[in-house]
């Protein structure tokens, strides 16, 4: 098979760190935390791999938007499988307001200039929790989806992707190209080695600005105020169940 | 020589006198709570605690010794806040007790005596990462998995893996194993280096400050001193780690046998073939028994070896092809193997869930892990005169051991209001540690003294080894405040 996949891997702080708020509430502290690929981008990654092992796949194209350092996140998925690099210059403002509609319309963009077959995202980036990305893309597209994909298989020139639902799994045959978001339990992602990091190092990354892509990544959207979710406050002991239901009522719970 | 023995002859009958009280020193002067006040203005309101809950948590570990909770717990957020609050301690002449996960098997946390627990998760960054000298210096909080978890993007992994997700500072102070040691070492060989606050707040880096040179000559091996110390001569606050490179590729593998020797003969060949097997783990017939049940699995109910295979992926399939000849050639059987990370899982799965088939043998049971270790090629003898001691006691102790060391554990499941029962497994512990002595092997592997096994110590390395020890410990500890009533 001579499919061309696209993955995006985002570069998000790291998933171990205490996450501050920043002093002026304009956003969280980024200065000098450390950033790793979002957790379910590495499952795409991972996931892109597998279906190359098994010949399904000719070439991964791994795809990050931002300032200079996501070369690191587009490196990891390289030492992980992928096989070149394009590398979206989105720098200062524009990277702090950067959000799903600008990277979906920048996905579409690529997946039309690459001329993908199909284009594999975490479902969600684990920093601000959208779950857009992926279903914006198709649409621009007008590719199918298949979202929150516990299990991928490719059928015949179709894919079948078994989603993770409210309800439990369900099964869809969509027709290729399409767009797949990767879930938590669709693989388990391997690390990057030594050897594969060395490897990692001789493989392109390519340079591009939106505005090469017919993108304008002005966004639309405001951030007004960011906050600490509210203290919790210590517990109140009381004497008798009668104490109980009488606090209980007090704070109008019954 | 003499002279040095007549000087420990001075010093031992006053720290005999010291270690044979166990009432609690701080309860009767009212010490703590004069040092308590002195507590919180190094440490803060939030950096001391004298909650009985959270004294309870700080007084136990994963072992089946009982509770024994200290007097106050604190929170030092910095290696400065541990030499205050240790020289408050030692003004006091309060017992000081480092704590990390809580995850060990001996009893090392308990405060005998009372005292302060110095709890030290609060410190818990990752400093110093060297990728290309493949070094890293890490603060006790930071535990196996979460250091392994910040490595993940660099290629590079720390291997030594007792199982728990424990503190790496715990597991300098605890000398701990686990099933990479056949290839990768134990901490004794993969420490570089050590921040030490000892017991009146002096801070001593073991090998010299910042240094973390792949080896050295330089004087008395002062960090691996350390390891395995247990607590006892001062508070790790900054452990220098070897680090590996993650392997390209993992091949796992399961092998059935028809006794403990072809398994073990098996073993002792591959070794000797040159393999670079990364795990060697043997489960008997009983343990294998346990898992299949608990996960239900349909291993042959024989001993069997658990391996993994870590290498080039060029090299996996000739080391998976000399292995299985070897195992074929000592009568094993059933030979499965796989590469991906999911089908390893799940042929390791029943090695992974031993501890939890081994309770669920007898539910509502607690479980006691013994940890001997002889060499090699008396593991078959020592499993099989375990295996009729534990038949004729009416034991339960489903066996799993790191083969490749000669390191095994009985993981011993008994009823802990059953007082036969206790003393039945306590006796047979005993017996199995001075077995295991007798072959020229230890009665510890890994897991440490703590409090059980001081006795079994002095047996182990004889009582001049023990003079030598008690000297180093009058020298660095003289009011006997680390960790007291463990380790000697």
């Known amino acids: 098979m001579s499919a061309r996949v696209l993955v995006g891997v985002k570069r998000v702080i790291d998933y171990a760190v205490k996450i501050r708020v920043k002093p002026d509430h304009t956003g969280v502290v980024t200065d000098g935390v450390k950033h790793s690929m979002n957790p379910f981008c590495e499952i795409a990654v991972e996931e892109a791999v597998r279906l190359k092992e098994k010949k399904l796949v000719k070439e991964i194209v791994a795809v990050s938007c931002g300032p200079q350092q996501v070369q690191e996140t587009i490196r990891t998925a390289l030492a992980m499988g992928a096989d070149r690099g394009i590398h979206v210059e989105v720098s200062g403002k524009d990277y702090e307001t950067l959000g799903p509609l600008q990277v979906s319309k920048i996905m579409a963009a690529l997946a039309k200039k690459e001329e993908a077959d199909l284009i594999i995202l975490g479902k969600q980036a684990i920093d601000d929790d959208c779950n857009q990305t992926g279903q914006m893309t198709a649409a621009l597209l007008d590719w199918p989806q298949g979202t929150f994909a516990s299990e991928l298989t490719l059928e015949g020139g179709k894919l079948k992707v078994v989603r993770e639902v409210d309800g439990g799994l369900e099964t869809i045959m969509i027709n290729m190209p399409a767009v797949v978001t990767a879930d938590l339990r669709l693989n388990t992602p391997r690390y990057a080695t030594l050897p594969n990091i060395m490897k990692a190092k001789k493989k392109k990354i390519a340079n591009v600005k939106p505005a090469d892509l017919g993108v304008d990544v002005t966004s639309r959207l405001e951030v007004l105020n960011v906050d600490e979710p509210a203290q919790r406050l210590a517990g109140v002991k009381v004497e008798t169940v009668e104490d109980l239901v009488g606090k209980l009522k007090e704070s109008g719970r019954i | ?488």
């Open chain 2, 1 to 488: 020589m003499n002279s040095f023995r007549q000087a420990l002859r001075l010093i031992s009958p006053r720290l005999l006198f010291t270690y044979g009280r166990c009432r609690r020193y701080s309860a009767k002067t009212g010490a703590v709570e004069r040092a308590i006040t002195s507590f919180r203005s190094v440490s803060g309101d939030e950096g001391v605690s004298v909650g009985s809950a959270v004294r309870e948590q700080h007084g136990r570990d994963e072992s089946v010794h009982r509770c024994l909770p200290p007097d106050v717990v604190v929170f030092p957020r910095s290696v400065d806040e541990v030499s205050a609050l240790a020289q408050i301690c030692h003004h006091h002449q309060l017992p000081i007790i480092p704590f990390g996960t809580g995850t060990g098997l001996e009893g090392g946390v308990g405060a005998l005596q009372g005292g302060v627990c110095f709890s030290l998760r609060k410190m818990d960054q990752v400093l110093d990462l060297h990728q290309e000298d493949f070094d890293v210096t890490v603060e006790p909080g930071v535990t196996r998995k979460g250091l392994n978890s910040y490595l993940r993007d660099t290629g590079l992994w720390f291997p030594v893996d007792p199982g728990a997700d424990a503190s790496l500072c715990g597991m300098a102070a605890t000398s701990a194993s686990g099933t990479n040691a056949v290839r990768y070492g134990t901490m004794r060989e993969n420490v570089l280096n050590l921040e030490v606050v000892l017991a009146d707040g002096a801070v001593l880096h073991t090998a010299g400050r910042g240094r973390r040179a792949r080896k050295t000559a330089a004087g008395y091996n002062l960090t691996n001193l350390f390891v395995g110390s247990e607590g006892t001569l001062g508070i790790i606050t900054k452990a220098t780690l070897r680090l590996y490179g993650i392997p390209e590729s993992m091949v796992s593998a399961v092998c059935s046998f028809p006794s403990v020797q072809s398994a073990v003969d098996s073993t002792v060949q591959i070794l000797q073939a040159g393999v670079p097997i990364a795990r060697i783990e043997f489960l008997d017939d009983v343990m294998i028994n346990a898992c299949n049940l608990f996960n239900n699995l349909s291993y042959a109910v024989t001993p069997t070896l658990f391996l993994e295979f870590h290498g080039s992926s060029k090299s996996m399939e000739e080391q998976v092809s000399i292995t299985e000849e070897i195992t074929r050639d000592n009568g094993g059987s059933d030979f499965a193997w796989a590469e991906d990370e999911e089908t390893r899982s799940r042929l390791w799965k029943a090695r992974h869930d031993a501890w939890y088939a081994a309770l669920a043998l007898r539910p509502g049971c607690k479980a006691y892990s013994t940890d001997v270790c002889v060499p090699i090629s008396r593991l078959p003898q020592i499993i099989v005169e375990t295996k009729e001691d534990l038949i004729s006691n009416n034991l339960t102790g489903p066996i799993a051991g790191h083969v490749g060391d000669g390191n095994f554990h009985c993981l011993m499941v008994l009823d802990p209001n059953d007082p036969d029962e206790v003393q039945r497994v306590h006796s047979f512990t005993e017996r199995l540690a001075r077995r295991a002595l007798a072959m020229d092997g230890t009665c510890t592997g890994e897991h440490g003294v703590g409090q059980g096994k001081r006795a079994l110590l002095r047996e182990e390395v004889g009582p001049l080894a023990i003079e030598v020890m008690q000297g180093l410990k009058a020298s660095l500890d003289p009011k006997n405040l680390m960790n007291p009533g463990k380790v000697l």
